[in-house]
């Protein structure tokens, strides 16, 4: 395995870089003073101890003591797993707060832009949190061609939260599948980079250019404005 893999994964743990070096010496090292520590880390005498303290405070080192030296030895890298599940329980912990807060900020601002493939992804998964009827105009087809497994993976949602789905497409234009989908098709006049989905009191605006960016507009009246024009073509498009 790559070393920048493993050092990025122990950094997404909460790890420093000098942690990292430290912990990857001594799980190399075995049990070992400081300055075989240092040694095989490439890191100063002040910073590896420095480290080993945090490292100590995390539970991923212990030490002994034999004769008046102290030995630091790894813990056992299961330990991780552990490191992680008491930080999501941290997380869990404060959750309720956090949501309080958010919600409260979240009704001052009602336009939200979102930039490449996460930001549509995070646009996505707010239409299935929703869990109301999506209105789709628009061509779904970039979204299966660039990224087919998350678009795999976005419909088993909507299957699985039985979200209904009104979807208009310009005739011609693959359309994703879905057992709640219900499809009518526009004549093929013109192609169009642009996605519109409308859901609940939001409008979600997905352009596909060659970095995918989208908007959500949290609206009431703005979202029924919408969904009235969607349902004028609604009723003029054809099934076939």
């Known amino acids: 395995m790559k070393h920048e893999k493993i050092e990025k994964t122990l950094s997404n743990v909460g790890m420093t870089k000098n942690e990292i070096a430290v912990y990857l010496a001594l799980l190399k090292l075995g049990s070992s003073r400081v300055g075989a520590i ?4 490439g890191t100063n005498r002040s ?35 552990s490191l992680l ?11 309720p707060h956090l949501n309080g807060l958010y919600k409260t900020k979240e009704k001052e601002y009602n336009v939200r832009l979102y930039h490449g493939f996460k930001g549509v992804k995070t646009v996505l998964l707010n239409i299935v949190g929703e869990g109301k009827e999506n209105c789709v105009f628009g061509s779904e087809a970039q979204l299966y061609n660039r990224f087919p497994t998350f678009s795999t993976h976005f419909r088993k949602l909507l299957d699985e939260k039985n979200i209904k789905i009104r979807h208009i497409a310009r005739r011609g234009v693959r359309v994703l599948p879905s057992k709640n989908t219900e499809v009518r098709f526009i004549p093929k006049k013109s192609m169009s980079p642009v996605a519109t989905n409308i859901f609940g009191d939001k409008i979600a605006i997905i352009i596909w250019s060659e970095v995918p960016e989208a908007v959500i507009i949290h609206n009431k009246a703005a979202a029924e404005s919408y969904r009235s024009y969607f349902n004028l073509l609604w009723n003029i498009a054809r099934k076939k």
């Open 38 to 41: 240092s040694k095989e880390a």
């Open 47 to 81: 910073y590896s101890y420095d480290a080993l303290k945090k490292l100590l405070e995390k539970g991923l080192v212990s030490y002994a003591i034999i004769g008046k030296m102290k030995y630091f030895r790894p813990v056992s890298p299961k330990r991780l797993k």
């Open 85 to 95: 599940k008491e930080r999501q329980d941290d997380v869990d912990d404060i959750m």
